[in-house]
């Protein structure tokens, strides 16, 4: 069983940076697919972002260049840093790991964006 916890949202202003974190029960080299996705209220849960354990990154293309995930293997945490934050990136991000064949998603964490 893998545990994620998530950390870091809460209210951004508009065109401001915020950093969440995803942190991993285990290590986070274990993980074959750690992703972040969001939901926002009244919409269906939407891919963000995605590394593999190789080391491939991938990005939906609305937060390309502004978003930027990482994996640091000695806190056993994954980064989301948003930068340029806009006001359709207010949502609840949810941190999701692949790993054997199971599929884990934390309790997510709320991004609010607001002046």
């Known amino acids: 069983q893998v545990q994620l916890v998530e950390s870091g949202g809460g209210l951004v202003q508009p065109g401001r940076s915020v950093r969440l974190s995803c942190e991993v029960s285990i290590s986070i080299t274990r993980v074959e697919v750690l992703s972040w996705y969001r939901q926002a209220l009244g919409n269906q849960r939407e891919f963000v972002a995605s590394t593999t354990s190789g080391g491939d990154t991938y990005y939906k293309d609305s937060v390309k260049g502004r978003f930027t995930f990482s994996r640091d293997t000695t806190e056993n945490r994954g980064y989301l840093q948003l930068n340029n934050v806009k006001p359709e990136d207010a949502a609840r991000y949810f941190c999701?790991?692949?790993?054997?064949?199971?599929?884990?998603w934390g309790q997510g964490t709320q991004v609010t964006v607001s002046s």
């Open positions: 999701y790991a692949y790993l054997n064949g199971n599929h884990f």
